[in-house]
């Protein structure tokens, strides 16, 4: 057995089931594990297969102490119920399950996967003691992982330099391959003419993410034919539908199901990635959403970040812009819109780095890993 400890809600974590998804697949693991948090009550099979145990604490508050015991609480409720099972693997997805997860490599006797989505100490949410702290514990507990295995090979060069450890694998974070869809009928039913061009923003709406750029220029652009379609939710929602509303080329919509996205996303002319680098975290990131453009055959501006621009440069699937810089912002907004004999390469060239940048390649490194852990099949 596999166990996969996560401690967020499990619903939003799509990573976890397309790996889970591809080791039964594989037949590296007869049964896999999600231990983790739910908005349902009970327990619930994925559709990969795998099963889902929600695990939940006493309480439902926002004291510190209370939200310390209660994440202790959920610690120990896990460790009692992986007490009963017959495990071979466990895998980390967060720091904070770290110190956990190594518990239970050393009671049971299996293999330890840290598998991390980011740079926990990097992130602007985390610094003083709480980094400190974080830092020491992982540069610690680090040491028990057998494999780690990261996002973006900056994230794997900075764990290298930074714990002394062997270079961790590189599993991105990226969707399964899906034929383009066509846009046509849904751009006319969003009301988008012929002629218009429309760039497209996915996902959290929030700071940290050229929102408040993105709406100055567009609203310098009111008397253009360059739409701005901002599609999801977050703090800034409020501030783009205000912003909406006196500016009729910018656009707000509410998020969709994960199975519609592209389909959405094939209205738009261009993706936008600006991602701003406010921690180390970000700046090395390659968000998901970056592929989900070029799996819809849409190129991509973004900010020069490292690994993102690494991809649209060698990919020649968009433009990069310097981060920040609002000139250069709108100036790339109009040359996109010009969408000549450069654009129709840009697609061609979308669709070739979605078809090499997509789960399914991704596949391959995750199972070779797994099969490095262990001599022939696991159960």
């Given amino acids: 057995m596999n166990l996969h400890v996560y401690p967020s809600n499990i619903s939003n974590e799509s990573r976890i089931e397309k790996i889970a998804e591809s080791l039964l697949k594989n037949n590296i693991f007869s049964e896999i594990v999600i231990a983790g948090k739910s908005d349902k009550n009970k327990n619930f099979l994925l559709s990969s297969g795998a099963m889902v145990v929600v695990f939940r604490g006493l309480f439902e508050s926002r004291n510190l102490i209370f939200r310390v015991v209660d994440f202790l609480v959920w610690y120990f409720r896990i460790l009692r119920a992986s007490s009963g099972w017959r495990l071979e693997c466990v895998n980390a997805h967060s720091l904070s399950v770290l110190p956990l997860c190594v518990l239970i490599k050393t009671l049971k006797g299996c293999k330890l996967i ?13 610094s003083g003691i709480r980094k400190l702290v974080g830092k020491l ?43 383009p869809y066509k846009g046509a009928d849904l751009r006319s039913e969003l009301g988008f003419g012929e002629n218009d061009r429309v760039f497209l923003y996915q996902g959290l709406i929030t700071e940290g993410r050229g929102i408040r750029a993105l709406l100055c220029c567009f609203q310098s652009l009111v008397d253009s034919n360059c739409h701005l379609l901002v599609m999801g939710y977050g703090p800034l929602k409020p501030l783009v539908e205000e912003r909406s509303l006196i500016c009729p080329n910018i656009h707000l919509l509410a998020p969709v199901p994960p199975d519609v996205v592209l389909k959405y996303t094939a209205v738009a002319d261009y993706g936008l990635c600006f991602i701003e680098a406010t921690s180390l975290s970000y700046k090395f990131s390659l968000p998901n959403k970056l592929f989900e453009y070029c799996m819809a055959g849409k190129p991509v501006i973004a900010f020069d970040l490292p690994e993102i621009a690494n991809v649209i440069s060698e990919g020649k699937c968009g433009y990069v812009i310097p981060e920040g810089d609002m000139v250069e912002m709108k100036l790339a907004i109009i040359l996109a819109s010009k969408m000549g004999k450069d654009y129709r390469n840009m697609v061609t060239s979308a669709k070739r780095v979605a078809s090499q940048y997509c789960w399914e390649a991704q596949e391959a490194v995750l199972i070779g890993l797994y099969q490095s852990l262990s001599e022939g099949r696991v159960k």
């Fill in 114 to 126: 840290y598998d991390t989505h980011e740079l926990e100490t990097e992130t602007n949410s985390t």
């Fill in 137 to 179: 514990i992982e540069k610690y507990l680090i040491k028990y992982a057998d494999k780690t295995v990261v996002v973006s090979g900056s994230y794997a060069d900075w764990y290298e330099r930074a714990y002394d450890i062997e270079r961790p694998v590189v599993v991105r974070n990226v969707p399964k391959y899906v034929p």
